[in-house]
């Protein structure tokens, strides 16, 4: 199951409803993979710098 809904409780429900859909089944192993995506604009206070060294510092 694949999703990028990130309403709150949304992408809970649906991986519940994935889970019991397999058991249902008689599924006998569900393997979750997850990835970390990259935000556009992530806090600088975590990602260091954000421009090449030679770049300007003011607009």
């Excluded at 019991?20 to 975590?46: C, F, I, L, Q």
Aim: zero cysteines.
């Amino acid at each position: 199951m694949s999703g990028s809904d990130v309403t709150p409780g949304v992408r809970e429900r649906q991986h519940g409803n994935v889970v019991r859909a397999a058991a249902e089944a008689g599924v006998g192993h569900v393997v979750y993979t997850s990835a970390v995506r990259r935000r556009r604009d992530p806090p600088a206070a975590t990602t260091g710098p954000t421009r090449p060294a030679s770049s300007p510092t003011t607009p």
